[in-house]
């Protein structure tokens, strides 16, 4: 587990650099003790989401990236 210590600017934001990396945002959680977690998502184009709503096409999807890399 990798574990850093961030200082928020006068403005109270976080800059996350490289964590973010791939993240296109965040669910942050505030537990009552002040703890914050944060749950990256990345986003995907409107015109691919029927892909991931079909679950016959995702699996195939699937299949045949698993058969690629295997090659």
């Known amino acids: ?3 850093t210590i961030l200082r928020p600017d006068s ?3 976080l800059n996350l650099g490289e ?3 791939g993240v296109s ?4 959680r505030k537990e009552e003790n ?4 944060l749950t990256p998502f990345v986003e995907i ?7 991931f709503e079909n679950q016959d096409i ?3 999807i699937k299949s ?3 058969q690629d890399s295997a090659e």
């Open 25 to 28: 945002s965040y669910r942050v």
């Open 19 to 21: 964590l973010a990396k």
């Open 58 to 60: 995702l699996e195939k």
């Open 1 to 3: 587990m990798e574990e």
């Open 45 to 51: 184009p409107f015109s691919e989401k029927w892909i």
């Open 11 to 13: 403005k109270g934001r």
């Open 34 to 37: 002040g703890k914050l977690t």
């Open 64 to 66: 045949q990236l698993a």
